[in-house]
């Protein structure tokens, strides 16, 4: 009974943050169209991730952009490739949350290093991914401070969310990049030259992006801590369910 009781929580869990994130998705941000993402979906993947899991965040987020992008139609079929970058990004939330940054450091060093060894990275300008290494010098100095963190040393837990959310977002970036770069999706789907892909590189992205960023960022640290005591209280917390689980 308490195995089929804790199935029941987590699949009412992932539905409802689904059925949340699929109605941002839907929603075509005016006057912020460009950049990395059309819809809302940025400001719900990270605390999807954050307050589901790894794995449940990304289950959730999955579900909605598949649903999201069905209802409504992006410019090509090949946006629900790239917005696979969405419950990547909430799988990587929610692995840095949960304190798992070595992982993370891993997906960030083999994306951009998949980037950098790209022949038509070294023609597409330095500063159109500026956010993204931003983020990889913060994961490094996180990771070496996890290391000598001293006794006692406790960050707070809206600072917490706004870290995962600005870590899981710039992962989400960087999964899209990886696709339309070194998988050369800019030849293969949109037939782009090197050069009308530097163009593209030097602006709007690297100015609306981080815009968009900053705001789910500061969504996360505000509502992402408050919904997260709901969660406790109510014992549906899934991160206190498994300590309890292998407390059992």
Known sequence: MKATGAKTRRIALISLFAVLSTVLDSIVAPGL????????VFVMSPITGILLGPKDGFI???ISVMVGHSLVFRETVYEYIFTIGAPVGSLISGLVFRGDRGKVLIYYTFMLSSYFITQVSRS?????MWDVYFAYIVLWVVVVLDG???PGFEVKTRNLFALCAFLGLEADILFRIFVLVPCRAYEHFYSLTPEALALLWAVPAPLI????VALSVLVAATIGPPI???LKESGLFPLDRLKEDSVD
Do not use: E, F, H
């Open 60 to 62: 959730a987020t999955l």
């Open 33 to 40: 169209s460009s950049g990395v993402w059309y819809g809302w």
């Open 124 to 128: 597409l300008p330095l500063w159109g």
């Open 209 to 212: 992006t981080p815009i968009k």
């Open 148 to 150: 000598v963190r001293m």
């Open 228 to 230: 997260m005591g709901i």
